[in-house]
Structure formats: C-alpha cells, structure tokens
C-alpha cells in the first residue's frame, strides 16, 4: 500500500515541526528505512539502516541498492522508479553488510513523484530470525513426515466429522491413493468399502463421545480376500479443554495371532503330554539347577515347588542319588537321552524311588543344554510301597527301640505313611506286628501324614489313624500349609502335631503375609490343642521369631543337618 504521509502543522507552530518529528521518528523506528532518488542513489537512510549494514549514513547516501544488494541490478532499480506514482512492491532478498555478512530480508516499497521527480521509498525488515524459525518449522515438519512414513502401519489424524487432516503413506497405500495429499480433507468412505468406513466413523464418535483412548484387535477380509487381523487405537485429539478429533493408529498383526495360535497348540499339546504322566516332570539346566516343575502329585516333590526352583539337584537330593542323577545328565548330554536310571527321594509320603527319563533341549546352538526329566514313581506304580513302607517301619522301630534304652521320658521316631499304605487292607494289624516284632512300643513312634490323605472320602484313613492314636502313638501332618488343610479336617482327623511347611518359615521374618499365616497357624493349633513343629528353621533370626510367636518345636540346619543312624544314636548317648 502506498506510504505517503500527509503532513499538517500546527497553525501556531514552525511549519518545519512536522518534517523534524518524522525525521526523528524515522530514526527511532526500529526497521531500515530507505528513499532512493531517480539518479539510482539513496537519498535518506535511517539509523536503523546505518546499525544493520555497519556504514556511516554518509557512506550510505553514496550508494545504492546494487551497492547493498547482490541480487539487484541497476537497471532494475530504475525499472522501479518508473513504475507509476503508488505502484507498491515488495521484494524478498538479501543485504550485504561492510563486513561482508549477507542478512535476508523483505523489502515494501512504493513509487513517488515530487515536481517531476521520481522516488522509491522502502522499508526492510531483517527476515534472519523469521527465516530460522521457518526452516526449523520445515525440518520439523520434515521430521515428523519422515517419522510417520517409516512406520509400518497405518497413522493418521482425523477432525471431529473424522475427515482426515493427516496420514502417512502406509495409510496412503492400503486406501490406494499415489500419495497422502490426495487423503487430506476425505474420509474413510471415500476409500474402504461401505460397511467398514461406516464402523471407523461410528468408532470415532464413540472415543471422541467417551473421551479416553479405545483399543481393539478387528478381523476383516483384504482385497484379496484373506482374513487378516488388525490391532487399532485410536484417541481423542483435545485442543484448549475441547475433543476436535482423533489420533489413531492400525496394524496387520495377522502374523503374530498366528503365532499366538500355533503357540496356544503347543502349550496345549505340552500340557496334555504333562497331564499324561501322573508324577513328575522337571526342567533343569546343565549345572542341576531346577528352573521348571510340573505335576499334579506336590507330595511326590522333595520339597515344595516354589522351595525347589533355583536350588540344584546337590542341595535336595542324597549323595547317592546325586551321583546318578550327574551320570544321567552326562548321558544325556552326549547321546540326547538318557533312560532307566533310578533314584531314591525323601518325599513328604516317606522314601520314593523314581525312574528318570531324561532328554536334551538347547535353547540355542552354542549354549550349553537344559534338560527335561520324567520322574515316574515306581514304588507307587508296582505296588513295592507296601513292602518299602513296612521296611521302613520296622527299621524305625528297631532305630527307637536303641534310642529309648536307658531313657526317661519316650524319644518319638517320625515316620512317613503313604495314602497307598495307609488304605491297604490289613494296615493296623501289619503295624501292631511289626511294633511287637521289634518291641518297639507305640508311645516311641510318631505317624507323619500330608494334607492329601485329609481328603479321604470312605473313611479308611480315618479309622487307621485313630487305631493308631488308641494304641499310643501320636499322629502329625507333614508340610502343612501347601495341600488342602480346612478348618473342618482338623477337627475330623485324631491329629496331634502340625508342622509348618518349610517354605513358610523360610521367609517368616522377611514376608509380612507369610509371618500372619504362621501366627494363624499357632492360634489354631493353641485352639485344638495341638503341638507345632517348625519346618526349615536355618537362621538364628527364624528361630527368634517363632520363639517370640510361641512356637513350641522347630528343625532344621540351623539345629543339625541330618545324620546317619549310628551318629544319631552317638548323639542320643552323649
């Protein structure tokens, strides 16, 4: 627009007032300001022009645009002048300062004419920052378009009547455009096929009318007809406290439920071949060390499941039993099987003896091998734990009647019953022979039970241990807390002792909801007058704290570690 200023003075004034206020006023103006005359050569700069290109206003009134600006020829300058009076123009470009620095700029001008002269008044604004700011927006934008075209799946944005404002190329692909412009402003019914543009809209609306950001796995059939499976979130876009759109996301994960299929199978598969086995199944690493376990039998383990993981075969098996347990493994490493081996292990049933099949499995080509064990219990499956149990019960017999010589008060020897053992027939009259056999006397036996046998339904457990009881010996449920205790069972069952399972003491002192269990436990046996024992004491702090709870027994390694008979018996003589 033209920049002619009209100048009035005040009638009462110096006439010359006005000109000497806009001089000033020019020279407090903060953009350059320049006059050039018709010969081509400025005839009034500004201050702010002096400051930006470092010369002297003198200097400056000797020159002109060319001798400032490298992209402007004379000629062109008075192409300008010639232009008709109130021709404005404006000019992007760049000045040259004395030392040699280039500064962008925009130049506004507009044509003059006074008494037949030609002028050309202008006034140039330092773009330097504007342009700095401008092309870190482009490379921002640059950035976030580069951003968005190298994912892989599908992102746009959309406003509230869900007509895109933006998408990246994936999107531009699957909607079958050459390019994302051609997405702009469009909706999705302009691209997809009727009744899924009309589900994406009306998915729209409910996360812009609910506010919160939805998530759904869609199946839907492509172009060439093949089932594909979409994972897609979507968003309400907020812009000052209002929802003005949404923000979304889609892509293919057709390849990962597949995958999450197949895996389901597998695992159903392995489960099956687990539910197979009726005892045990064990995963460890070449070291012994237990990192798996599975079965639906817990009283055929050495221990608990969660006590078990981590350790090594070293820490829960005998010595004997490890020794061929480690040439199993040897076996199995070299040929990939290993079958036929037997062990012996301690189980809260008593003595087992266990038939490992044993098979190699790398989880990668260099990595050294775990392998998976099958445990079968072959005592329990051939029937041998009616005879091993009798064994064991007259040699612990003979054990009490050596410990009780010459003492004053009754030394218990514990001893495990299978539910096998105890619901054969003939079981009370097989124990009173054996205890007579020995002269043994029931007041030196204990009988430890699991929680398992609490689920006798016909009885016979029942009627067993209450023999047993009549006759003097005291009756204890082993490794209580892990199976299938109920209020009801303990008042059923002739029980005398508890002992809390080992995996409950182990953390007593550091796990809150473990030390409520065995304050629980202690109240109901205070209740039902009945003694506890305490399983896995191994720490001085462990034996405190059950002391403080009123916890009557306890064993473990913090006490001794076990020993073979003949020690014990030393032990009990000294």
Not at 38 to 50: K, L, M, P
Not at 106 to 113: D, I, N, S, W
Not at 231 to 252: A, C, F, I, M, N
Not at 524 to 535: D, G, N, P, Y
Request: aromatic share 8%; charged share 25%; glycine share 6%.
């Amino acid at each position: 627009m033209p920049l002619t200023p009209t100048i009035v003075a005040r009638p009462d004034g110096d006439p010359n007032l006005a000109w000497v206020l806009l001089g000033r006023g020019l020279d407090l103006y903060q953009d350059a300001v320049f006059i050039l005359g018709e010969e081509g050569r400025f005839v009034y700069v500004n201050d702010a022009a002096t400051r930006a290109l470092e010369y002297s206003r003198e200097a400056l009134l000797l020159m002109g645009p060319p001798d400032i600006d490298p992209n402007i020829s004379r000629e062109q300058c008075l192409e300008i002048l010639q232009s008709p009076e109130g021709q404005s123009f404006v000019i992007d470009t760049v000045h040259k300062t004395q030392s040699g620095k280039l500064i962008a700029v925009q130049v506004h001008g507009v044509t003059l004419r006074r008494e037949g002269r030609l002028f050309a008044v202008s006034i140039v604004r330092d773009m330097s920052e504007a342009q700095r700011l401008q092309e870190a927006l482009q490379q921002r934008q640059q950035y976030w378009r580069t951003l968005l075209d190298e994912f892989p799946f599908f992102v746009w944005l959309k406003d509230e009547h869900s007509r895109l404002l933006a998408a990246n190329t994936a999107y531009a692909r699957v909607a079958r455009v050459a390019s994302t412009a051609e997405l702009e402003g469009r909706t999705e019914i302009d691209f997809f096929p009727k009744d899924l543009a009309e589900m994406y809209v009306a998915d729209d609306r409910a996360v812009m009318a609910a506010g919160e950001a939805h998530y759904v796995e869609e199946l839907y059939v492509d172009e060439h007809g093949q089932r594909r499976w979409m994972e897609v979130w979507k968003s309400p876009l907020h812009q000052h406290g209002k929802v003005v759109g949404t923000v979304g996301y889609s892509r293919d994960i057709t390849d990962r439920k597949r995958t999450e299929s197949d895996l389901q199978k597998a695992l159903a598969f392995a489960q099956g071949v687990i539910d197979a086995f009726p005892d045990v199944l064990f995963e460890t690493d070449w070291e012994g060390r237990y990192l798996n376990v599975w079965t639906r039998s817990p009283e055929l383990l050495a221990a608990s499941r969660e006590a078990l993981l981590g350790r090594t075969v070293q820490e829960v098996l005998s010595p004997e039993s490890v020794a061929i347990a480690q040439m199993a493994f040897s076996e199995a490493e070299r040929k990939g099987v290993s079958l036929g081996h037997v062990i012996s292990v301690m189980t809260p049933l008593g003595l087992r003896w266990f038939e490992l099949s044993i098979s190699q499995m790398r989880t990668s080509a260099d990595a050294r091998p775990h392998f998976i064990t099958v445990s079968r219990n072959v005592a329990e499956d051939s029937g041998l734990i009616i005879e091993l149990g009798a064994w064991v019960l007259r040699e612990s017999c003979r054990t009490a009647v050596v410990w009780n010589a010459g003492a004053t008060q009754p030394r218990k020897v514990a001893v495990n019953l299978s539910a096998r053992q105890i619901q054969a027939a003939g079981f009370v009259a097989q124990v009173q022979r054996i205890v007579s056999a020995t002269g043994c006397r029931f007041q030196w036996l204990e009988f430890e039970i699991t929680e398992s046998l609490l689920l006798d339904e016909d009885g016979v457990a029942v009627k067993a241990l209450r023999a047993l009881r009549d006759m003097g010996s005291t009756i204890a449920i082993d490794d209580f807390g892990t199976g299938y205790s109920a209020l009801s069972y303990l008042a059923r069952f002739p029980i005398d002792t508890l002992k809390i399972d080992k995996s409950f003491i182990h953390r007593a002192t550091t796990d809150h909801f473990r030390a409520e269990l065995i304050r629980a436990i202690l109240s109901i046996a205070r209740s039902l007058k009945q003694e506890v024992v305490a399983e896995g004491v191994e720490t001085r702090e462990q034996a405190d704290f059950l002391a403080a709870e009123g916890c009557q027994f306890a064993q473990g390694f913090l006490f001794s570690k076990a020993v073979p008979r003949e020690q014990l018996l030393r032990m009990s003589g000294s």
